[in-house]
């Protein structure tokens, strides 16, 4: 296997690969300390039956996946999951030696019109009682009818957030009722927009189902990029205990959710790792944001990036 410097991975970086011994599904994969790398099946591996684009992430070296009903053929938040799809999930990702992180359960929590959020929360149900005590990656959502990923200025409305709020209050319940954990995403274009924002509403829900999902290229506001350390200082001081899930993708500019691969941007991984260690954070870093083609390299990163974290 060889590597080659570039701004991807760089010579520093290839010779803290060199010293775990090339083996980075090896000493690092197996270290309970240290976050286990995973991908959104989805995102990245867009076509194929459900097994193919296992069998992809299983040759690219990765533990785990966060799947989606997407990956078997239905949408993303169907009214209803076949008995029998819960456990070809498991099956198949058991055989090829994976675990299941999280599951897809995004919907627009504090959409205007209140009919589409009680769609939302009754597919969520569905969702929940399908995969019982399992992580359900969610996010807040916009006041944008079209798109919960679409900035909107009533985002910052006292109704928006009561409605959100609301919507999670429910949403949490059903977590509760199905033993699982919500993991929600601050996200700089939805109404929890922040880490601060995020600790909010924490507090104001009060439930041990409601967790985070921590991904760093989506909390940066315009003009805040030059002071990357401390917003991830704050965010970690903040929200750092309750992180379940970690997001690993990359960003080259502040006022968006970033969409650019891992490594390709201005993240400062180093920074981003460290916290994640100092919280004694030891889940599930998930890529996404990335082509099939970029898998290998972005593995390649975490790795040298994780040896130097740990100092092998």
């Keep these: 296997m060889q590597f ?3 701004k991807f991975v760089s ?7 060199a010293g775990v011994g090339m083996i980075g599904s090896g000493l690092l994969a197996t270290d309970p300390a ?7 099946v989805s995102t990245t591996y867009t076509t194929g039956t459900l097994e193919e684009r296992l069998d992809e992430v299983k ?3 990765l533990a785990c996946v966060q799947v989606s009903m997407g990956c078997a053929g239905l949408p993303e938040m ?4 076949p008995g029998g799809l819960p456990e070809r999930f498991r099956k198949e990702t058991a055989a090829r030696g994976l675990k299941i992180a ?14 589409q959020r009680r769609v939302g929360l009754r597919r969520l149900r569905v969702l929940a009682e399908a995969f019982p005590q399992m992580p359900i990656h969610i996010c807040t959502g916009t006041r944008d009818e079209k798109s919960m990923w679409r900035k909107h200025p009533e985002n910052q409305s006292a109704e928006a957030w009561r409605d959100m709020a609301a919507c999670i209050r429910e949403a949490a319940e059903i977590a509760r009722q199905t033993k699982s954990v919500l993991a929600f995403e601050p996200e700089v274009n939805n109404i929890v927009d922040s880490a601060q924002k995020a600790r909010q509403i924490m507090d104001e829900i009060g439930s041990a189902h409601l967790k985070v999902t921590m991904d760093p290229a989506n909390i940066f506001p315009a003009g805040t990029l030059p ?9 970690f001081s903040l929200v750092g205990r309750d992180i379940v899930l970690a997001h690993a993708k990359d960003l080259d500019h502040d006022g968006d959710a970033g969409h650019k691969a891992a490594g390709e941007g201005l993240m400062d991984y180093e920074l981003y790792l460290r916290l994640l260690r100092a919280h004694r954070f030891n889940g599930p870093l998930l890529l996404h944001g990335l082509s099939r083609a970029q898998v290998p390299g972005c593995v390649a990163f975490l790795r040298a990036k994780l040896a130097r974290v740990v100092g092998v």
Excluded: W, Y
Aim: charged share 25%; aromatic share 2%; proline share 6%.
């Design 34 to 40: 240290l976050p286990q790398i995973g991908i959104l």
């Design 102 to 115: 999280s599951v897809q359960g995004t919907f627009n929590m504090c959409h205007p019109d209140a009919e």
């Design 4 to 6: 080659i410097e570039s």
């Design 59 to 61: 040759a690219h070296g």
């Design 227 to 235: 002071r990357m350390k401390e917003i991830l200082e704050e965010a």
């Design 11 to 17: 010579r520093r970086d290839i010779l803290a690969l």
């Design 78 to 81: 169907p009214d209803a999951i």
